[in-house]
């Protein structure tokens, strides 16, 4: 929440629909709920019984706590809890002036027209903001750096070889995950480039050991990555070459996902994509022409096997949605774009510093923080907000009700 929001005596509930049909026998507890405490918001009345109300009010308010904005170093252990810091950070779009070597396709066109001729090229200063992105985490002292996609902005490699020479000194340092985002597989020709510049960080891997993730056996998407103390980090691969910016997932891939999620135990799993799951609002994400084809078909996984959380990117206003599926909450968290400078106010240049916590049984695993930075260009570098750094927007219904 941004401005001048505050955290007030009012509480809004959303209640969206929950699961499908074969869940309808457990549909009373398996509600899609999210929590809205800002006072600028509107409230739309539904009935919902007083006892009902009361444990949805609870389980809001418990889940609300932990992104408060309020971080632990990583020598702190609250509770006896291990602590796992995330960075994660999404398309930033590096673009170059190179013009392609054959015939152009209409897509390639387009793109460039976008970059200059709409002016998106001034929008995205990837160049300007990453190498000052890469000298301050050293501060952070992340665990792992996780980018969900979008690096380039034709996928052409010139993009790319830029891109690694200013992210080599972090590439170096730091165990990373990276996936591709559709501008990164711009178009068939293409597909592979990202794979072919930073594969050592797609692979998957057991362990980080020596400045390199080291996999004992090579797997199909997703891939799987060992966070320590039992966190598994499960990417995504989703983008795809097309006309459009549709991406997809693969029903062998949400088939392996679903293995993943059951065989690791959900709660104790985060899982990377580059599209989002769900829109600002709560809605599913089914934009036509830029959301995942089968977004059902991984909501659906998500229903059955509820992961700690889901970051992802393309959406390039950051934002974060609370859905309580099943017993569990899981966060779906959008970073919005590292590197965006353009005029519109809602978007702006940023990342999650997101911090895990692991009892010492691995039990229970918790979201303790979700902390934004972001860029100040006054003072020329990414600023921790004071703020929650939670953005959300209402849901088609909610429930108003006085703590």
């Known amino acids: 929440m941004h401005g001048s929001s505050s955290l ?42 007083p006892k009902r109300l009361l444990n949805l009010i609870r389980m ?20 006896g809890l291990k602590v796992v810091r995330l960075l994660h950070w999404t398309d930033v779009h590096f673009h170059v002036l190179q013009l392609p070597t054959l015939l152009p396709t209409w897509k390639q066109l387009l793109g460039l027209a976008h970059l200059y001729m709409r002016g998106r090229r001034q929008d995205f200063r990837a160049a300007e903001l990453i190498p000052t992105f890469v000298k301050q985490i050293d501060s952070l002292e992340p665990d792992i750096c996780i980018f969900s996609g979008d690096l380039t902005a034709l996928s052409l490699p010139a993009e790319f070889e830029i891109a690694k020479s200013i992210l080599s000194p972090m590439l170096e340092k730091y165990p990373n995950i990276m996936i591709a985002g559709n501008h990164d597989r711009y178009i068939k020709e293409s597909e592979y480039l990202m794979e072919q510049y930073f594969g050592e960080y797609m692979k998957g891997g057991d ?25 598994k980090i499960i990417a995504m691969d989703q983008a795809r070459p097309s006309k459009w910016s549709f991406g997809e997932n693969s029903s062998e891939q949400l088939k392996r996902l679903e293995m993943l999620l059951e065989r690791w135990d959900s709660s104790h799993c985060i899982v990377v994509g580059h599209y989002p799951v769900l829109n600002i609002d709560g809605s599913i994400s089914n934009t036509f022409g830029r959301s995942l084809k089968d977004v059902h078909e991984l909501y659906q996984v998500f229903c059955r096997q509820p992961p700690l959380a889901y970051l992802c990117g393309h959406d390039h206003e950051h934002y974060m949605q609370s ?15 590292t590197s965006y400078l353009g005029k519109k106010s809602q978007k702006k240049a940023g990342f999650y510093e997101v911090e895990i916590g692991i009892p010492v049984d691995h039990h229970e695993f918790q979201l303790l923080s979700v902390i934004r930075h972001e860029w100040n260009s006054y ?7 004071d703020e929650p750094s939670v953005l959300y927007r209402p849901n088609p219904h909610w429930v108003e009700s006085s703590r």
């Open 60 to 79: 809001a308010q418990t889940s609300n706590h932990s992104s408060t904005g309020e971080g632990t170093t990583k020598s702190e252990q609250p509770n």
């Open 207 to 231: 362990v980080w050991e020596n400045g390199e993730w080291k996999v004992t056996k090579e797997t199909p998407w997703p891939k799987v990555y060992d966070g320590g103390f039992g966190l």
């Open 379 to 385: 003072r020329q570098q990414f600023e921790r907000l």
């Open 323 to 337: 859905m309580l599926m099943g017993d569990r909450w899981v966060r779906f968290i959008c970073c919005g774009s």
């Open 8 to 49: 007030v005596g009012t509480s809004y509930i959303a209640v969206p629909s929950s699961c499908k049909s074969y869940n309808r026998q457990r549909l009373y507890n398996r509600r899609v709920i999210s929590q809205l405490v800002t006072r600028k918001q509107p409230a739309f009345r539904i009935f919902v019984g």
